[in-house]
């Protein structure tokens, strides 16, 4: 599966401007990587660690959040939020031997579709570079222990990227 | 074995610290109680048996079996698909067994690290023939086998199913007792299936004393660099404490004196991965960046608070780390302090 490796970004946009970003780089015909997997979430702030960390644990590469500019948020505040779960997000991430490029926060406006579409590409050449996470199979696969989740299963059992890539 | 027809106890302990056996007898006199409602049938750290005595008995045997410990090498998970088939109720009892606790720190390393800490780059270690300890030495009389030690730390209910989880680094002897009361006293427990008794249901905080307000904090402190104020949130005076995103059931025993909770009873209800809770409640207190911060600025300013909580991941995951949603770090990075 390596040589057939396409990056697999697990994108929570928000409501307000970076879903509509995201919709107005299409009604654009904007031509951009097709490897991000949007989410619509009412807001930036809305996205709990939980929701990347799972992402990440159940086959993603990375991670893109998306939320209004600073000032701009339609809830006042929700973004700064986002910004600082992000920043501590990222110290722990660091911990975990999981690489910056792999969760990433981006402000895009709704006039901004460009500037999400620049922000997919660039994080898909990222994440091309860094090679596939696979957290399951390659970091808690096979570690010894007997019963059911060693490498026997963590085998038959298809990565995320194998079941959703066309 | 006497055949008195009372039901029998077992206590094991595998990664742990002894301090869950500590936590039973602290219940008090009442362990005469459990005494004469039990037999017990395998306690290494109270009474004679060996492993073989559990081996000869018939299968759902013991009927009560307290499982302290973390799974850390091959040892520790034989001895729990021994006493998971001998015991009728299989209890994880402590954090170890119910969540990894300190051992499962360990799963920010790897077993190589940990061993040439142990073995070798210690100041106090002299060991020139880089000698490490071997699962398997010939010898002229055959082989010698010792336990594997294992890359990653589990909780027990990783490698077993098992009935009830007991949680606290130790669990509370109040609590042990109201379960082990329950018990004697026939009393119904709810439904088996890994569920936890002996604890509360709702956050740390609902149980703290300590008086809250708005939190809007500039930066951590560690316990050493502040007195706190009396009476007041830790958290608000930007002492760490896992009060928001830990079960309750202790009592707030360490909030109360002034010491952040650390987190030991484990996530509360509805929640999966402790660590992410409490850093989504931490992104909530700091009141550094607003509206009228530059947008490039913003980023740097709130880092600098965040960096004022050194090693996030040994914090936030103290004892949580087995039953993290990652679990362990990727094995080909290293550890950043």
Redesign the interface.
Known sequence: MSESYEPVIVGFLCNWCSYRAADLAGTARLHYAPNMRPIRVMCSGRV???LV??A??EGADGVLIAGC???ECHY??GN??A???Y???R??L?????EEARVQLV?ASASEGTVLADAVNRMTEQLRALGPLR?RQ???GG?????EDTQASAASQPAMEEAVTP | MSANGKPKFAMYWAASCGGCEIAVLNIGDKILAVDEAFDVAFWPCAADFKVRDVEGYPDGYIDLCLFNGA?RT?EN?EMAHLLRRKSRVLVAFGSCAHEGCIPALAN?TTADAIFDTVYQSSVSVDNPQRLRPQPVTRVAEGELRIP?F???V?ALDQ??PVDYIIPGCPPEPHQIWAVLEAIVTGATLPAPGGTIIGAGKVAVCEECPLEKHEKTIQRFYRPQEIVPEPGVCLLEQGIFCMGPATRSGCDARCPRVGMGCRGCYGPMDGV??Q???M??A???V?GV???R?E?SE??HL??AV??T?P????T?YRFSMAH?????????????P
């Open positions: 709990e660690p939980d960390l799972k990440l644990r500019h600073p000032g006042v505040e700064l939020k910004l600082r779960r920043v501590l997000l110290r722990l660091r911990q975990f031997g999981i402000w957290w390659t970091v808690l570690n010894g222990h007997q019963p | 799974i091959s998970e920010l594997v294992y890359e990653r589990k490698v077993v999966e991965d660590g992410a809770r850093l989504a931490l992104a909530s700091v960046g607003s509206l911060d947008e913003l980023e709130i880092d965040m960096a909580l090693d996030p991941a040994g936030l993290s949603l990652l679990e362990r770090a990727r094995p080909a990075a290293g550890v950043s």
